[in-house]
């Protein structure tokens, strides 16, 4: 579990994210971590990247660090699951994108609201948003700076799913622990072969999901799965 716990609303700064990224490539090779849940102290998942940060001679910096983590997590083993309260903006954005699933209280709103500072997103803002919710809807945020709202977010495909703020924390760790009692080499196949889908064509990304559900049956998990689903009683789960 990771909790973003920085002074003015989580201000994604370089430190913020090289802790982020330094935490998931310490502990992915970790065998026994099977779910990563980042949420946030506060009323707000966070207003964006650190402006100081992104003057000249210092932007170069920013974003490459931006990349670095983002890279970290969607190359993550595991699924990295997201919860969000009050506004999430701009970079803080960009990191929730680089999530697997992102839960949303009612209150929760999403912006990229760069145009008002005479730039653009720089760490993937224009690229992943619009994977998620559509060429027009991220025309309309990255150009205007408007704000979605948590239901339209979950319409939009950005949100998996906007939860009462007393529960948003209890859905989160228990969708974490869901995934946590599956196999391990089925999660991280299947996390792989969807991200695979925004990144390459439908008939190189169905390619690559044949060679991944192919390689599922040399695991002693497709056995274990099979035969108990069979015999009708849990399976056993070796992860490998």
């Known amino acids: 579990r990771l909790r973003l716990n920085m002074p003015k609303a989580n201000i994604t700064d370089a430190a913020m994210l090289e802790a982020i990224g330094a935490a998931l490539s310490e502990h992915a090779p970790d065998a026994d971590i099977k779910a990563v849940l980042l949420d946030h102290e506060g009323p707000h998942f966070s207003f964006g990247a650190s402006v100081p940060e992104h003057l000249p001679g210092k932007f170069g910096d920013m974003l ?15 699924p990295i699951l997201v919860a969000v309260k009050g506004q999430c903006l701009g970079g803080g954005l960009e990191v929730a994108c680089g999530g697997s699933r992102i839960f949303a209280a009612p209150d929760a709103s999403f912006g990229q609201p760069e145009i008002k500072l005479g730039i653009i997103p720089g760490a993937g803002g224009t690229q992943r948003l619009t994977r998620l919710v559509g060429k027009s809807k991220a025309m309309e945020m990255c150009l205007t700076g408007r704000m979605m709202d948590a239901d339209e977010a979950e319409r939009s495909g950005l949100v998996s799913r906007v939860v009462p703020a007393d529960k948003l924390l209890d859905e989160a760790l228990a969708a974490a622990a869901t995934i946590a ?5 089925s999660v991280l196949m299947a996390k792989n072969a969807i991200n695979r889908a925004y990144e390459t064509t439908l008939s190189e990304g169905v390619k690559a999901e044949r060679v991944m559900f192919q390689s599922l049956f040399a695991t002693e998990d497709q056995k274990e799965g099979m035969a108990a689903f069979a015999e009708k009683r849990p399976a056993k789960w070796q992860h490998r």
């Open 64 to 78: 490459s660090v931006m990349n670095k983590t983002l890279l970290a997590m969607l190359q993550h083993p595991v």
């Open 181 to 185: 009692g599956l196999s391990r080499p």
